[in-house]
């Protein structure tokens, strides 16, 4: 076993054991706080006075919802991140962050004919049913997808693996209606897409990091080798509108181009700091080409960890907009015995040279990474960025329908451009 394979074996070990002692530390550092206000004979006198004398009877899924709902709004009251879970928020959760789901592999978009398809991937369950990109679901189960709430109706494609879920469809060339039962399968939400060569003849090799989960830094480095056997010679890794994700999977991320160091420190309530450090150099690290990362308001919690790292070690150089400053720690913790969560942020982030990027509005500070070039578009361009990269996210491998030209992207125009003329500049320089 190589000293790799045995590193990425051992350290989430080495993680939940620190992880554990850091909570124990941190429990018996922290002074014996007062109890937080609830009032339970209020609480449950409350809950009898409904059950007694409320004009109707509320049955038990009403009940269940009004407790989840007082469940959600005491936890959004401490900050726009805490949140209570219920058991399908929980489920949803789990996978989105393992990067698969149960479903039948089709991005759609509801219109007023029937929910579009935008995307299909071969393999998956759709495709080999014959539904293709530009093709108009007309039912899911049944449901009428012709109607208002028709995404709630594409929904319905998600459940267990294994089982059916009857669709009917007409082809983008016409004809009459087409019907199949579909059997759900396993289907992997892609983190890294839309590689390409942004410009081949400069060896500009282009990414996009849509979220990050499990599978990320996998993604990446198979990513990276692709583009370098295409030629790249500099890389652009886009995160706009990435909201973030698993932290481990950004760090692994920052250790694909940095060889050392620190990527980030989290510090909790009781003081105590927790620096997570580089795994170190790997043969298929990225470690001296030329690097642009492209940053927005939407670039946020993980992917500003990511960028923060690399901006601080001046390993890349920031293309775009202030990034939305959400530098807090927020771990799921399951209740004891039941199938809810809760998200609670538990601690701060600080970048390897200690910068806190949080935002705070209440006092008017912005916070967010401020970038070294920046870089703009208009509200149409932007749209229709946000549209591609909606639909890149939902992590099918996007197929444009025919005839769709790629919008247009001047942030990213402008980090090709640097890249560009850095590579024209070291040819000249014979290097």
Not at 63 to 90: H, I, M, N, Q, V
Not at 169 to 184: I, K, M, N, Q, Y
Not at 206 to 233: C, H, P, S, V, W
């Amino acid at each position: 076993m190589s000293v790799r394979v045995l590193f990425l074996v051992v350290t989430p070990l080495l993680l939940l054991a620190a992880g554990l002692g850091f909570l124990a530390a941190e429990a018996r550092a922290r002074p014996a706080a007062p109890t937080l206000y609830w009032p339970d004979d209020v609480v449950l006198e409350m809950r009898s006075l409904v059950e007694r004398s409320y004009v109707d009877e509320v049955p038990p899924e009403q009940a269940k919802g009004l407790f989840y709902a007082a469940c959600k709004a005491y936890l959004s009251g401490l900050d726009p991140y805490c949140e209570f879970l219920t058991p399908e928020e929980r489920r949803a959760m789990e996978q989105e962050t393992q990067g698969e789901f149960g479903g039948v592999g089709i991005v759609g978009k509801p219109t007023g004919d029937g929910i579009l398809v935008r995307g299909t991937r071969q393999g998956d369950p759709a495709w080999d049913a014959g539904i293709r990109a530009g093709d108009l679901l007309l039912s899911i189960d049944g449901a009428d997808t012709r109607v208002e709430g028709a995404r709630d109706v594409l929904h319905r494609l998600r459940g267990e693996p294994g089982t059916a879920v009857a669709v009917s469809w007409r082809h983008r060339d016409g004809g009459g209606p087409r019907e199949a039962t579909v059997v759900r399968s396993r289907i992997k939400q892609d983190s890294v897409v839309g590689v390409a060569m942004a410009d081949a003849g400069a060896g500009v090799g282009y990414l996009r990091i849509a979220r990050f989960q499990e599978n990320t830094a996998a993604d990446l480095k198979a990513a990276l080798a692709r583009l370098k056997a295409d030629g790249a010679r500099s890389f652009v890794v886009d995160l706009r509108s990435d909201y973030g994700g698993v932290l481990p999977a950004a760090v692994a991320c920052a250790d694909c181009f940095l060889d050392e160091g620190v990527v980030v420190v989290t510090r909790s309530r009781a003081g105590l700091e927790r620096p997570t450090h580089l795994a170190g150099r790997d043969p298929g690290d990225v470690l001296d080409a030329p690097l642009v990362l492209l940053v927005d308001g939407n670039t946020a919690s993980a992917a500003e960890v990511l960028a923060g790292a690399l901006q601080d070690y001046r390993r890349a150089v920031l293309v775009g907009e202030r990034t939305f400053g959400k530098f807090l720690v927020q771990r799921i913790v399951p209740l004891e015995g039941k199938d809810v969560a809760v998200r609670l942020t538990t601690a701060r982030y600080f970048t390897p040279y200690g910068r806190t990027l949080q935002r705070d509005d209440a006092r008017g500070v912005r916070g967010g990474l401020v970038p070294d070039v920046p870089a703009t578009a208009t509200e149409a361009q932007r749209r229709a960025i946000a549209e591609a990269v909606f639909e890149e996210q939902q992590g099918l491998d996007w197929v444009l329908l025919p005839g769709s030209p790629a919008p247009e992207d001047p942030i990213l125009a402008r980090a090709v451009g640097l890249l560009r003329d850095a590579d024209a500049a070291r040819a000249a320089d014979g290097k």
